[in-house]
């Protein structure tokens, strides 16, 4: 089985927990995990499963923007977050790469986003717009899309990565078992 992971990521969280769930998917097949603006029409048809991340801005995907904003408070001196920016975060995201994807022939495909804890509908949750754009866009969403919680200091919070990798192997499997 062949699963891809794209994910964008702008202070290295999406990021962290694309490859954990890279990881975890590893045990069903081959697996590769790429940033979303380095993904071709190729890695996606090669994949029996794509798995897509992003971080929620503005209580949503992010948008040109929003990543610029996220630059700008990554830039910050004395930030009140000590933030950093990933090294992939420049370039366009998971938005833009699904208004070009295309048609992708009822490949199955799961969304997962990092967002700040709290409800949903105060925080918002990328992962619902990446859900409803890859069912526009002919995938088979095989599963409710997850999300992984930061802190308010923009940090993973503890444990979240672990239970990436085992929600990775989870999503591959049940996929890898049809």
Request: hydrophobic share 40%.
């Given at each position: 089985?062949?699963?891809?992971?794209?994910?964008?990521?702008?202070?290295?969280?999406?990021?962290?927990?694309?490859?954990?769930?890279?990881?975890?998917?590893?045990?069903?097949g081959?697996?590769?995990?790429?940033p979303?603006?380095?993904?071709?029409?190729?890695?996606?048809t090669?994949?029996?499963?794509v798995?897509?991340?992003?971080p929620?801005?503005?209580?949503?995907?992010s948008?040109?923007?929003?990543?610029?904003?996220?630059?700008?408070?990554?830039?910050?001196?004395?930030?009140?977050?000590?933030?950093?920016?990933?090294?992939?975060?420049?370039?366009?995201?998971?938005?833009?790469?699904?208004?070009?994807?295309g048609?992708?022939?009822?490949?199955?495909?799961?969304?997962?986003?990092?967002?700040?804890i709290?409800?949903?509908?105060?925080?918002?949750?990328?992962?619902?717009?990446?859900?409803?754009?890859?069912?526009?866009?002919?995938?088979r969403?095989?599963?409710?899309?997850?999300?992984f919680?930061i802190?308010?200091?923009?940090?993973?919070?503890?444990?979240?990565?672990?239970?990436?990798?085992?929600?990775?192997?989870?999503?591959?499997?049940?996929?890898?078992?049809?």
């Amino acid at each position: 089985m062949h699963t891809l992971v794209l994910y964008e990521s702008m202070y290295g969280n999406t990021h962290a927990i694309a490859k954990a769930i890279g990881e975890g998917a590893h045990a069903h097949g081959e697996v590769t995990v790429i940033p979303a603006h380095d993904a071709t029409t190729d890695l996606v048809t090669w994949a029996d499963l794509v798995i897509v991340g992003g971080p929620t801005h503005a209580r949503g995907m992010s948008t040109e923007a929003s990543r610029r904003s996220a630059v700008a408070a990554a830039e910050q001196p004395d930030g009140w977050s000590e933030i950093e920016l990933d090294p992939h975060a420049e370039g366009p995201g998971v938005r833009e790469w699904l208004e070009g994807v295309g048609d992708a022939d009822d490949t199955p495909a799961i969304a997962f986003d990092t967002r700040v804890i709290g409800p949903s509908l105060l925080t918002g949750r990328a992962a619902s717009a990446l859900d409803k754009g890859l069912r526009a866009h002919g995938f088979r969403v095989d599963a409710k899309p997850e999300s992984f919680m930061i802190d308010t200091r923009q940090r993973l919070r503890f444990g979240e990565v672990d239970r990436a990798r085992k929600w990775g192997a989870r999503m591959a499997a049940s996929v890898g078992s049809r």
